[in-house]
């Protein structure tokens, strides 16, 4: 029986997605035989002069290209660390040294060269960690070899490019330190993960947390050919040891996990979802919803890439209206759920037929609905008359309430006649089917999505679908940062207790430090909630990679704007950066048709996200797309155009009566803003014509 145990490093990824198509084959196969059989004579083991670690090894692919492999006989282990054409697979691997750290028990892949490089005089300027004991950048994860190097550097930058040499949990530690995390709170975050295997077992090591966060252990051909098949989604394959921690615990009731952008909820909820579908049985599932359509799609689609057949019936995933038009069609309602222009014209109706005589617009009747009536559950003058209108700018006295609910009682009596109804209402109505039996309990747990886009009606009707409080109900992830709707709910007030079961996500994965800083930036003054009832002031969180801050441009017509675009695109694609990396953002789908027609009549091939629809990953051409349609996506480069004065925030989406909606929405154009702009993996440009908008900074 075969007892070795082969695993794949992160780097193997990374190196392999460079590679010809048609080696990527070759390598594929190789990678096959040698999890079935790494002692097989055809395998081709060759020692590598001059290497800094007798344990890597140089295997063969075919003739021009290599593998490079740590082996340790004595535990059963091999591990993929690299591949490469021949001279640069010799290159890597000579200054590389791989060992199980002492101290946190990870397998340790680290540049030994320059880890011997000389101390420097006392005299010159003190280095970056200096205030740090031996001990302490020991306890962090700096491997022992590596001492020197750390202590010879004197900036942030040297830090900066010293990344690739440093094994990646050392990294981390020390950037928090760099950003001004106390030390003992750094070492303490991590302590927790240290376990640190006995004599030098690999195949111990290889299951501590920190190491699944960059090694991962081939189980099978089937699960191997999907990873190949698209290295480069590491989220599919690594999770932070945090991000475990959170996925694969049994908690007593609802949980609730934050993080800003690109922190990786939407991996932990999915993989949560794998996790929880691993283990029921029968017909139990679990619901995956969330606000969007075209989030729901994409989540669906992702879901296939990490969960098995089986575990895939086990999930059903749906955006929220959708399951309640399709409950309620189940149970025999006949009535549409509508929204946008159709409401205003039932609104503008309601009004005339009250005849009331009232200066206040659609908009204020419909939030007062929404916000008010159905958040309360005041559906009677009565309940109205009584109900709190805490943060609510106009004023009403009595006489104005009782007026407003003339128009109210309009608005109920039209919606019943054309058989219609606001999701909100929708919702209500649901839930108290849900209360009436215990039969349409249907899902063990719940999780959730953008959590900050749900209203309070649509976290009570998730607490009827969850049932009665229960271990492992209700796993909400959200960032109240990224709240581009107007919906807002405190989660204590709808029946879900998350006190003592919150996490946050601290680590940023997709953009720069540089980006997530200006974008972040653009949120000052606004209050953030935690989807409960304190706030999130969002400066834990922290990116570890760095590039150069949002590029600005103003120009004095569109005309200039365009052709600067048009210059940036080129010059990315000189570079070798494929456009289908590349995404333009416009605030509405007026604006994305202009840009579309300008790119076309340059010939430049386009490619527009649209609601309801995967994006193809195999379709060329830049991307395009609404700032609502990217939340959720990322891309190497991203456009943010047409940021001018009135169209961000856009004049129309902020045209209330009321002080408090117009503040309201202000604060969803910035959040707008803030999700367009952490799209970005590598750069980002901001551009504007004629006058700029008052957000940016």
């Keep these: 029986m075969n007892h070795n145990l082969v695993a794949i490093s992160s780097d193997f990824f990374t190196a392999f997605a460079s590679l010809p198509r048609q080696i990527q084959g070759k390598v594929t196969e190789f990678i096959n035989r040698f999890r079935n059989n790494p002692q097989s004579p055809g395998i081709n083991y060759e020692k590598i002069h001059n290497a800094a670690d007798k344990k890597i090894y140089s295997v063969r692919i075919d003739d021009t290209y290599r593998g490079i492999v740590v082996q340790q006989e004595e535990s059963g282990v091999y591990l993929l660390l690299w591949v490469d054409h021949h001279d640069e697979a010799y290159d890597w691997a000579k200054r590389k040294k791989c060992e199980i750290n002492p101290r946190t028990g990870t397998v340790q892949v680290f540049d030994i060269q320059h880890g011997e490089a000389p101390e420097l005089p006392v005299a010159e300027q003190t280095s970056l960690f200096s205030h740090l004991s031996d001990r302490e950048l020991l306890t962090l994860g700096v491997p022992q070899d590596q001492l020197i190097l750390i202590q010879n550097l004197k900036t942030i930058n040297q830090f900066y490019e010293s990344k690739g040499s440093i ?9 928090w330190v760099v950003n001004g995390i106390p030390v003992e709170e750094v070492m303490d975050m991590y302590s927790a993960d240290n376990d640190v295997p006995k004599d030098n077992d690999f195949a111990a090591a290889l299951h501590n947390p920190r190491t699944q966060k960059s090694f991962v252990i081939v189980e099978g051909e089937d699960e191997l050919r999907r990873m190949m098949a698209e290295p480069l989604e590491k989220w599919r394959i690594f999770l932070h040891p945090y991000q475990r921690k959170i996925v694969n615990k049994n908690y007593s009731g609802a949980v609730r996990v934050l993080g800003g952008a690109g922190t990786g909820k939407t991996v932990v909820a999915m993989h949560r979802a794998k996790w929880l579908a691993g283990q029921l049985i029968g017909n139990e599932k679990v619901l995956f919803t969330t606000f969007t ?11 296939r890439k990490v969960c098995t057949i089986q575990e895939q019936r086990h999930i059903e995933v749906i955006h929220l209206d959708a399951w309640i038009a399709q409950f309620l069609r189940e149970q025999g309602y006949s009535y549409s759920i509508v929204y946008d222009d159709t409401l205003t014209e039932v609104w503008e109706e309601a009004i005339s037929l009250s005849g009331e005589d009232t200066e206040l617009s659609t908009g204020f009747f419909s939030e007062e609905w929404s916000k008010v009536v159905n958040a309360q559950e005041a559906f009677s003058l009565e309940l109205y008359i009584k109900a709190s209108r805490v943060g609510r700018g106009t004023r009403l006295d009595r006489k104005q309430r009782i007026q407003i609910w003339h128009v109210f009682e309009e608005y109920q009596n039209l919606m019943k006649e054309k058989q219609l109804r606001d999701v909100e209402t929708a919702m209500y109505e649901c839930r108290k089917i849900l209360e009436k039996t215990t039969e349409n309990i249907r899902y063990s747990s719940v999780i959730v999505d953008e959590g900050q886009d749900l209203s309070m009606n649509a976290y009570r009707l998730l607490r009827a679908l969850a049932g009665v409080e229960h271990p492992n109900d209700l796993f909400i992830v959200g960032d109240a940062h990224q709240r581009i709707y107007k919906n807002k709910a405190i989660l204590s007030k709808c029946g879900i207790n998350v006190r003592g079961r919150s996490s946050y996500l601290k680590v940023n994965y997709r953009t720069t430090e540089e980006i997530r800083k200006y974008a972040f930036g653009l949120l000052k003054g606004i209050l953030i909630d935690d989807l409960d009832e304190g706030y999130d002031d969002g400066r834990v969180c922290q990116s570890l990679t760095h590039g150069n801050r949002p590029r600005i441009e103003v120009f004095r017509s569109a005309s200039e704007e365009i052709e600067f675009i048009f210059t940036q695109l080129k010059q990315l694609k ?82 209330y009566d009321d002080p408090l909606i117009t503040a309201e929405a202000l604060a969803s154009e910035k959040c707008l803003l803030y999700v367009a702009l952490t799209r970005a993996q590598k750069s980002a440009y901001i551009t504007s014509y004629g006058s700029p908008s008052e957000l940016l900074v």
């Design 293 to 303: 359509a075209n989030l729901a799609s994409d989540i669906k689609d992702n879901l």
């Design 167 to 175: 094994p990646e949990d050392a990294y981390e530690g020390l950037e």
């Design 574 to 655: 000189e570079q070798g950066v494929d456009l289908k990396n590349i995404c333009i953002v416009a605030r509405t789908h007026r604006l994305l048709n202009d840009y579309i027609d300008q790119l076309k009549k340059e010939g430049i091939k386009t490619y527009e996200i649209k609601r309801n629809r995967i994006e193809d990953r195999t379709i060329d051409g830049v991307r395009v797309a609404t700032m609502h349609r990217v939340k959720g996506l990322g891309f190497q480069h991203v456009f943010v155009v047409a940021v001018n004065k009135r169209i961000i925030p856009l004049a129309s989406a902020i045209n």
